[in-house]
């Protein structure tokens, strides 16, 4: 009986082998497909308002242009005003991990995003090179959109950005972000500032224990494949 | 004559000291009324209680016929002052000093006004001039023209001709002088110099620790006939009762030391000798002080 | 009589060179911080943004607009302007002592309470005087020499942007507000000064109050922050600062034209007008029972 078993082994393990480099391969082609679709898009001038969520940071929702270049240039600017831009907001732009060449991809199932049942694609970078060190998309399969990813990098943490889709679905543009990120204390020297006391410091418990920034950016319109000079990347 | 000055029983603590011990005097209009009495004897005191610099602590004062508590802003309009030395505003000019002063006193002036004060007390080429530039001298000229600057009708003076040389003394003399008799004002002067007092003032008041000592014209406080007499007695008490029932009462004055001072013509002293002798009293000692500066040397003194 | 007063005491303030040596100082005083934020403002920026560098992009240039420029400018001069009101209203009656001059002006036909109101009235122009010079170095001046944008103010624990548009009335406020702490601590020189007879010991009393509470304030010690500070007028005197902290909305973003927490600014400004009543009564009650011996 175990020698009927140990002789069906190897048929097993190439089976599952063969099932997984099919389901590898499957993302791989998924992703393929979805890079291919936000590949139409070489460059575009999104006008959007920022919200800023950081627990240290009192700031006002800002209009901000966003601009890309393909395969990696993306800038936040704030031009009539001043906003705090969350350095992974570079992430915004799928093409840093969709652009990856060398990469292992394994399927992580399902998973429901916003009510849209979403296939879970994990991705390794395989260069030491690469800024990012692992990823996770939420891609909607019958749309080929990514509806959320979380990105870690080497430098900066951990990125989650959670994405809607709405009048610019057919380029895998949308029209909401929401950006989620690690922050670091804010706290300066007691005497420094002397500030006023007016009460609004005593009912906060989770003050600065709250280590997670939050950043929405709603956009209201884009500019594609029309041109996006440099300079605005400097 | 109306009275300007009607100082009632007036008194003055400072905590346990009795600066003025129930002081009572009148002046009179257009009198120049000598305040005399050596450094610290309280005149400083009485006179900033008529300008309520300080407070009474007891008595009545009345100026112009009303009470000071009560109409003290009428009587204040009318009335100028210098006191001890003048200190005015160092870093503003003699013109701008007087135009405060003026306005102070609810009077506006105009610039013909100020140059004719300034040129009754001899300033007229310092009116551009800064007052910390000014010797003693000018600067006592200039605080009697703030004390004028709004034409009162009673001028209080402490201690004017302090840090004066003889010419300014001079000066000043015939200025209070000019004043009383030309235009009619009433003045109180204050001094500790009874030759000062002599060519000045019509009327006198000598105080001595807060308290009135002798008051009067000063042409009989000074007769050469009248003297302050000293009378000791073997029996004081009843001396005292004795003269107070007399005639000699109105010649009495006060006890000092256990002695009795009597303000009397020299020429009556044998015959208050021989009241007292008939009387029954022992007459130790009767004596005339010479002259009434005699008396106040020895007050300073006692 | 009373507008006569004041024009007197208004008059002797600005003939006097201590009075210019004030406005002298403070415009030197923001001429020099406004050249070294010019040459050296980026690290001034660092200073406070530092633990923030690796997360966010920092826009230096930005934030070192003429908005921030003042800020930073009264928050380094308002600390040293009680002292400059204190030479002034801490000489108001001493100083008259100590020249002389008391003793006349009190023999005059006004009353002591006109004085004393009209030599608080005389201070409080100077210090509005000494407001409005401030203002115009250091909000006018910086706005022209580093321009406008959003304003960051930094607090201990939290920083606050507020979009340009929103910033002018709050520096408005904010030098009414400082006028009014100033005026607190004109009226309290003022009442030393009715004590004293030469002008030093007003000066140095109202100085040395001013840093005592400012000291107990940042110790932060328990039972000072619930017995002392809550009433120190010291604490409410920063009241100007509650204008740059803005309030914000459930989602985060703040609200234009608000301030965080108004309650408290008004608070503050009735306890500064309190402590203001108490001084002058104080200073009225105690000069007109006065004897003038100086």
């Known amino acids: 009986m175990i020698m009927k078993k140990l002789r069906s082994l190897p048929l097993v393990l190439f089976l599952l082998f063969s099932v997984n480099t099919l389901f590898a391969q499957e993302v791989k082609t998924l992703l393929q497909q979805v890079k291919a679709k936000y590949d139409k898009v070489n460059d575009y001038t999104a006008t959007g308002k920022m919200k800023t969520n950081v627990i240290f940071i009192k700031a006002p929702v800002a209009t901000v242009k966003v601009y890309y270049k393909r395969p990696d240039k993306l800038k936040i600017k704030n031009e009539s005003g001043i906003s705090f831009i969350p350095k992974g907001s570079a992430n915004v732009n799928m093409n840093n991990v969709l652009g990856l060449s060398d990469y292992e991809a394994v399927d992580g199932g399902t998973e429901k995003i916003s009510g849209i049942t979403c296939r879970v694609v994990k991705i390794f970078p395989l260069s030491d090179e690469e800024s990012i060190t692992r990823s996770t998309l939420y891609i909607d399969e019958a749309k080929l959109l990514v509806m959320k990813s979380v990105i870690s990098t080497k430098e900066n943490g951990t990125y989650e950005l959670l994405m809607s889709y709405k009048q610019y679905a057919e380029w895998g543009l949308p029209d909401k972000v929401e950006l989620s990120f690690n922050t670091r204390d804010y706290k300066l020297p007691k005497g420094v500032t002397i500030d006023y006391d007016n009460g609004s410091g005593k009912d906060k418990p989770e003050d600065l224990k709250n280590k997670k920034g939050k950043v929405e950016i709603v956009y209201s319109s884009y500019i594609i494949n029309k041109g996006v000079p440099d300079s605005v990347f400097n | ?302 | 009589m009373f507008i006569d007063l004041l024009k007197i005491e208004l008059f002797k303030i600005f003939k006097r060179p201590r009075t210019f040596i004030a406005f002298g100082a403070i415009a030197v005083i923001i001429l020099l911080v406004q050249f070294a934020l010019k040459v050296n403002g980026k690290d001034f920026v660092q200073f406070y943004t530092d633990s923030q560098a690796d997360t966010f992009d920092i826009p230096y240039e930005k934030i070192l607009n003429g908005y921030f420029v003042c800020v930073a400018v009264l928050h380094m001069i308002l600390i040293h302007v009680p002292l400059l009101v204190a030479l002034i209203a801490g000489d108001m009656i001493s100083g008259e002592a100590g020249l002389g001059t008391l003793r006349l002006i009190a023999g005059k036909p006004v009353t002591r309470t006109q004085l004393i109101l009209a030599k608080f009235t005389a201070s409080t122009i100077y210090v509005i005087l000494l407001l409005v010079w401030m203002a115009v170095f250091a909000l006018l001046g910086s706005m022209l020499i580093f321009g406008t944008e959003d304003l960051v103010v930094f607090r201990e624990t939290d920083m606050h942007i507020m979009k340009s548009g929103d910033v002018l009335w709050r520096f408005f406020a904010a030098f009414i507000f400082a006028a009014l702490a100033l005026t607190t601590i004109a009226a309290m020189a003022l009442m030393f000064s009715v004590f004293s007879e030469n002008s030093l010991g007003p000066i140095v009393a109202t100085v040395c109050v001013v840093i005592v509470f400012t000291i107990v304030q940042q110790l932060r010690v328990p039972v000072f922050e619930e017995t002392v500070n809550p009433w120190s007028f010291t604490t409410h005197m920063l009241g100007w600062k509650g204008f740059f902290y803005v309030d914000k909305n459930a989602e985060g973003a703040t609200i234009n034209g608000s301030v965080e927490n108004p309650g408290s600014l008004v608070r503050s400004g009735l306890i500064l007008a309190g402590y203001i009543i108490l001084f002058l009564l104080i200073s009225i009650r105690t000069f007109n029972k006065k004897d003038i011996l100086s």
Do not use: C
């Open chain 2, 1 to 302: 004559m109306s009275e300007v000055i009607r100082v009632k029983q007036l008194s003055k603590d400072f905590g346990d000291f009795r600066a003025v011990d129930a002081l009572s005097f009148t002046v009179g209009q257009g009198q120049v009324y000598g305040f005399l009495g050596q450094n610290g004897a309280g005149k400083s005191t009485t006179i900033r209680m008529l300008l309520t610099l300080i407070e009474p602590t007891e008595g009545e004062i009345e100026i112009f016929g009303m009470n000071l508590r009560k109409h003290r802003r009428e009587i204040l309009r009318q009335t100028g002052a210098i006191i001890e030395k003048p200190d005015l505003y160092k870093y503003l000019t003699a013109k701008e000093n007087l135009r405060i002063f003026s306005r102070l006193s609810g009077v506006k002036v105009t610039d013909k006004q100020i140059m004719d004060q300034l040129d009754l007390v001899g300033l007229t080429g310092r009116a551009e001039s800064k007052v910390k530039t000014y010797s003693q001298g000018m600067k006592q000229r200039l605080g009697l023209a703030a004390a004028l600057i709004h034409n009162p009708g009673l001028i209080i003076l402490d201690e004017p001709t302090n840090g004066l040389d003889p010419q300014g003394i001079a000066d000043m003399r015939n200025l209070i002088l000019h004043l009383s008799r030309d235009l009619g004002k009433t003045l109180l002067v204050s001094s500790h110099l009874l030759s000062e007092m002599e060519m000045i003032a019509d009327h006198m008041i000598i105080i001595h620790k807060g308290r009135k000592v002798v008051e009067g014209v000063v042409e009989e406080l000074l007769n050469p006939e009248k003297a302050m007499v000293e009378l000791v007695t073997m029996d004081m008490p009843g001396t005292l009762d004795i003269l107070k029932q007399s005639d000699w009462s109105a010649f009495l004055k006060d006890s000092i030391n256990g002695t009795l001072r009597l303000e009397m013509n020299k020429s009556s002293i044998p015959r208050l000798n021989r009241d007292l002798v008939e009387k029954g009293i022992d007459v130790q000692s009767l004596r005339p002080m010479n002259t009434l500066e005699d008396y106040f040397l020895s007050l300073t003194k006692a």
